[in-house]
């Protein structure tokens, strides 16, 4: 009987595995050589498109690198990098010739893609490199310089999927981009955990990852570092049909940027809403938390709790005056912008700015150059901001001049000069602001001022507000 029992157990051993074995697709398998030099785009497409048919696992093996120029990943496949597997991007520009955004040429293509899928997960420990710096031109001090181009910009996303259910991103290393790395647009049901992405600080528009007109996203336990947005909610115009971006919850990551390390915002032709950021780290950035409208989108219902924000100024390459939290509204400039015909709602030269409404901050401790800074263009476009046990720590860190507050791109002054408060607030309905506290250090220019400064707020609530300016003998403590 044992024995019946024990030949029985080998039996369904051996047919599982044979069963799995049959649903793995090894890319070296279908002509990958690995041995960096040869584009082995077309293999792995091959495994990628043999796989999709059945399920199963399109498999990277280690320890070989794999030059690839565009390829797509389908419906019910994982996408295993193995560790110490390495998927870098072909550098030369001329095979990307898909755009990132459609019609628009002008903001690079895509190297990794996907339309319409459903069932993907991408995972494994190794990485998927961009290979961003091959796009650049010369390094300058803070920054690349960006190569010209005449219509395309043919600088690739890392990972581009429109149309996407059900997506798992977990545990890969992705990143040294020459543009966005994950654009996930007109996605549901996606969870991105415990992967690193390591772009070059000195890339400009290396955003990490990029949530546009996406809904029921949980992004969890991640590492990024980005010259530009580390994670960003946008809508953007060209793909309008997906509709809103909400359901979003960012916890437990750790993130530095040379612009914002999370913005929300800034191309919003639809709304964002119910969006949840806790637990996270902001590290070493030129703006902590942004909410930057500058389109007829609406941004509300917006819940940020458990952060600490360390940021410090860096030069006008970069967005942002080192600002712990910004929020802005205002008209988008117009004709300013190498696609400026695709900012604005179509057949119109300017546009409008929606409202920004039900913002809350909890718990959260801000150490920078510069103040929360909140502004519109009129006082109906921001209400009920709310601040509750936030607390500032402003000092001056660095050679770069401050007592600038940055409101790019507006149809306004772009740069405005101004003092530097722990709190300042320019036109809003209703900010509250509740046991908060404003701390400054040794080092203090004539521009570092009150602990709150506001104008044209209509209903300023403030309760248990501690801190004095940064002069108490020449200045008060709260100036409306």
């Known amino acids: 009987m044992k024995s019946t029992i ?7 051993l051996f047919f599982c595995t044979a069963s799995y074995a049959q649903k793995v697709y090894n890319i070296k398998n279908f002509g990958a050589k690995g041995d960096g030099k040869t584009d082995d785009a077309v293999a792995i497409q ?15 093996p280690a320890p070989f690198t794999f030059i690839t120029g565009p390829f797509n990943l389908k419906s019910n496949i994982e996408f295993f990098v193995e560790g110490g597997a390495k998927i870098l991007a072909n550098p030369d520009e001329k095979v990307y010739i898909k755009s990132a955004f459609r019609d628009n040429p002008g903001e690079g ?111 969890s336990n991640c590492y990024i570092e980005s010259g530009d947005d580390c994670i960003c909610l946008k809508n953007r115009r060209e793909y309008e049909e997906f509709g809103v971006c909400e359901n979003i919850t960012v916890t437990n990551c750790t993130m530095t940027s040379r612009s914002c390390a999370i913005k929300i915002g800034s191309e919003n032709m639809d709304t964002i809403r119910q969006v949840i950021f806790d637990n996270c780290i902001i590290k070493k950035s030129n703006r902590g938390v942004g909410i930057q409208n500058r389109d007829e989108g609406v941004v509300t219902d917006i819940l940020f709790s458990n952060m600490i924000i360390e940021g410090h100024l860096f030069s006008d390459v970069w967005w942002g005056k080192a600002e712990p939290i910004y929020i802005t509204a205002y008209r988008r400039a117009s004709g300013n912008h190498k696609d400026a015909n ?39 476009k921001l209400s009920n901001i709310v601040f509750d046990n936030v607390d500032v720590f402003i000092d ?85």
């Not at 259910?165 to 990143?175: E, Q």
């Open 342 to 380: 695709w900012r604005f709602p179509k057949g119109a030269t300017e546009g409008r700015v929606g409202a920004v409404k039900n913002i809350f901050f909890s718990n959260i401790k801000c150490t920078s150059e510069n103040g929360v800074y909140i502004s519109a263009e009129s006082n109906d």
């Open 109 to 219: 293509t895509i190297w990794i893609g996907a339309e319409n899928i459903s069932n993907l997960t991408i995972s494994g420990t190794g990485e998927i490199n961009g290979n961003g710096i091959s796009f650049m031109g010369a390094e300058l001090e803070d920054s690349y310089v960006l190569k010209p181009f005449n219509i395309k910009d043919p600088r690739p996303h890392v990972l581009t999927i429109a149309g996407g259910h059900n997506i798992r991103i977990k545990d890969v290393h992705i990143g040294n981009s020459a543009y966005w790395t994950v654009h996930l647009i007109g996605c549901n049901d996606v969870t991105i955990n415990g992967i690193t992405l390591l772009n070059s600080l000195k890339v400009r528009n290396s955003d990490g990852i990029d949530l546009d007109h996406s809904k029921n996203v949980r992004i």
């Open 396 to 480: 001056k860190t660095t050679n770069i001049e401050g007592g600038v507050y940055d409101r790019r791109p507006c149809a306004v002054e772009g740069f405005v000069k101004g003092s530097t408060a722990g709190f300042y607030f320019d036109a809003a309905l209703s900010i509250s602001v509740r046991n908060c506290s404003v701390q400054w250090g040794n080092n203090k220019p004539a521009y570092f001022t009150y602990a709150l400064e506001s104008k044209n707020i209509d209903a300023l609530k403030l309760f248990n507000v501690e801190g004095v300016s940064a002069f108490p003998g020449k200045l008060e403590a709260i100036k409306k």
């Open 6 to 12: 024990f030949i029985a157990g080998v039996f369904m």
């Open 46 to 60: 091959k495994a990628i498109d043999a796989c999709s048919k059945t399920g199963g696992t399109v498999f990277i």
